[in-house]
């Protein structure tokens, strides 16, 4: 079956730095656009970044536009979250998304992807 898992979320100060990962299993990796979305305590999820099947085209949440970069190495079956600057509000569980459909289409609709991850939770001090 299909398994996204994320890792390496932390406790940090402001104005610090995260990677996240998620390892994909069990699907086609190349053939999904892959996203990041966010939950913070008593907040709806939201989206925060999205990549194109081949890793060349992305899209951000205008909140962590200039600040977040999203990749992916399809040989590894990998995404990443580069995560800079980063602020108190920021604060949340990160979950990686995989849809079956372009980037375009999936945009950063939640119902439009199919497989989530467990999340990893990522907290920044001020």
């Known amino acids: 079956q299909v398994q996204l898992v994320e890792s390496g979320g932390g406790l940090v100060q402001a104005g610090g730095s995260l990677r996240l990962s998620c390892g994909a299993s069990?699907?086609?990796?190349?053939?999904?656009?892959m996203a990041w979305f966010r939950q913070a305590p008593g907040k709806e999820r939201e989206f925060v970044a999205s990549?194109?099947?081949?890793?060349?085209?992305?899209d951000y949440a205008d909140s962590v536009k200039g600040r977040f970069t999203i990749s992916r190495v399809n040989a590894n079956n990998t995404m990443y979250l580069q995560m800079d600057s980063l602020k108190s509000e920021d604060t949340a569980v990160y979950y990686c998304?995989?849809?079956?459909?372009?980037?375009?289409?999936?945009?950063?609709?939640?119902?439009?992807?199919?497989?989530w991850g467990q999340g990893t939770q990522v907290t920044v001090s001020s």
């Open positions: 990549i194109s099947w081949g890793g060349s085209i992305a």
């Open positions: 069990g699907l086609t990796f190349g053939g999904y656009t």
């Open positions: 998304a995989a849809s079956p459909l372009s980037l375009a289409q999936a945009m950063d609709r939640i119902n439009r992807y199919d497989y």
